[in-house]
């Protein structure tokens, strides 16, 4: 239960983003709902952080920029191809950190997964390819795919950074990144002066990013992961009903058939990965 509502609350957060896509820049949108997401970070972890410099290691620098990419990637892609779609592709991450893990040897091959996220791939195709005949939407669907690779990069940068360092260090420090990134980019965009529905939508889509994180981490711990994973995907059945509620948008039979093969694949690559964990622990 706690994973769907997770997912729920990160498509409330992309739908609230995408209703204000269309008239405000990318950069005064990370601002805003980053300004927002810190406060309520830096308020749920009650001032317990540490910012020594001795205490915060380069890594996090990497992974800051990472979450910089991805939000970044996330807005534009939101701003050009329907909701299902972007979501779809995004979670080709996990596809994506499987074949990084095997290929770092973090991981065993396994001809099975392998297959499963061959599988996923095709499927990623199949959603791209029907929008791929405009320029807009292609470039909302590379923009997709830049954020899978994102987020990707980011969980595996996230597997090296020392357990000392506590979660509420690193949550401080990417969302006042992205805060501080957006802003920047507004050196180079211009502005839009904003309406208070604007700065209600944003900050509600803040305010889902938070409690989705939150929902997450509490669903992922003292549990089998292989058990809570799979649901992780119901995020592009929430995102289809979604995108058809708000916005009428209705994949074609071939994105449907791609988005099933990306739940299957990286569903199943999800619980082979975890079996083949638990049976070298065994």
């Not at 893990?101 to 392998?114: D, F, I, K, N, Y």
């Not at 360092?165 to 502005?191: H, M, N």
């Amino acid at each position: 239960m706690l994973m769907l509502v997770a997912m729920v609350c990160y498509v409330m957060n992309d739908t609230f983003v995408k209703l204000t896509a269309d008239r405000l820049p990318p950069g005064q949108i990370l601002a805003v709902r980053g300004a927002v997401a810190s406060a309520l970070v830096i308020a749920m972890v009650r001032g317990r952080i540490v910012l020594r410099r001795s205490a915060v290691p380069p890594i996090m620098g990497v992974r800051c920029a990472l979450e910089v990419t991805t939000a970044l990637a996330s807005v534009v892609a939101l701003s050009l191809v329907p909701l299902a779609a972007v979501t779809s592709l995004m979670m080709t991450a996990p596809l994506l950190i499987a074949v990084a893990a095997m290929t770092l040897r973090w991981e065993p091959w396994q001809g099975r997964r392998v297959l499963a996220i061959g599988i996923g791939f095709v499927g990623t195709l199949l959603v791209v390819r029907p929008s791929a005949n405009l320029e807009s939407s292609l470039a909302g669907l590379v923009a997709a795919l830049l954020c899978a690779a994102s987020l990707a990069g980011r969980d595996l940068v996230t597997r090296r950074i020392p357990a000392t360092i506590p979660s509420g260090t690193i949550a401080v420090l990417t969302t006042v990144t992205v805060a501080l990134a957006g802003a920047l980019l507004g050196l180079v965009e211009r502005w839009v002066w904003l309406k208070p529905q604007d700065v209600a939508v944003l900050a509600a889509a803040a305010t889902c990013a938070a409690m989705g994180n939150y929902a997450l981490i509490a669903a992922c711990r003292g549990v089998d992961l292989s058990v809570v994973t799979p649901f992780r995907y119901s995020i592009i059945i929430w995102a289809a009903l979604l995108g058809y509620a708000v916005w009428g948008e209705i994949p074609d039979m071939q994105s449907f058939s791609g988005i099933a093969m990306i739940m299957a694949a990286g569903a199943y690559a999800a619980y082979a990965g975890h079996a083949e964990a638990r049976r070298s622990v065994e």
